[in-house]
């Protein structure tokens, strides 16, 4: 059984920064997936930043420049750097992991942007 549990979420004024973690326990293969995913109210969750565990990162372009996923594969845990935020921002973040042929979820952390 794989469980994430995400941390550092919160309230912050537009222009600042926010570092959320998600440490994955249980059996976690060597080769994976972690990411970040993000729910804004009424609308679908997005990709917000992957990082396979031996490739290159990705995200999605509105976050490119003011974020950085990172991750500690010795603690399976991921990073999202967060800086320069935006109301539009404001969402539930999700991490993720995906190894094989399943898909983990967190239970989701709040970040508020307010302007």
């Known amino acids: 059984q794989v469980q994430l549990v995400e941390s550092g979420g919160g309230l912050v004024q537009v222009g600042g920064s926010l570092r959320l973690s998600c440490a994955a326990s249980?059996?976690?293969?060597?080769?994976?997936?972690m990411g970040w995913y993000r729910q804004a109210p009424g609308k679908q969750r997005e990709l917000v930043a992957l990082?396979?565990?031996?490739?290159?990162?990705t995200y999605t372009d509105s976050v490119k420049g003011r974020f950085t996923i990172s991750r500690d594969n010795g603690k399976n845990t991921v990073y999202l750097q967060m800086n320069t935020l935006k109301p539009e921002d404001t969402a539930v973040y999700y991490c993720n992991l995906q190894q094989g042929r399943y898909a983990y979820w967190g239970q989701g952390t709040q970040v508020t942007v307010s302007s």
């Open positions: 990082m396979p565990s031996g490739g290159r990162t």
């Open positions: 249980g059996t976690i293969f060597t080769i994976n997936v």
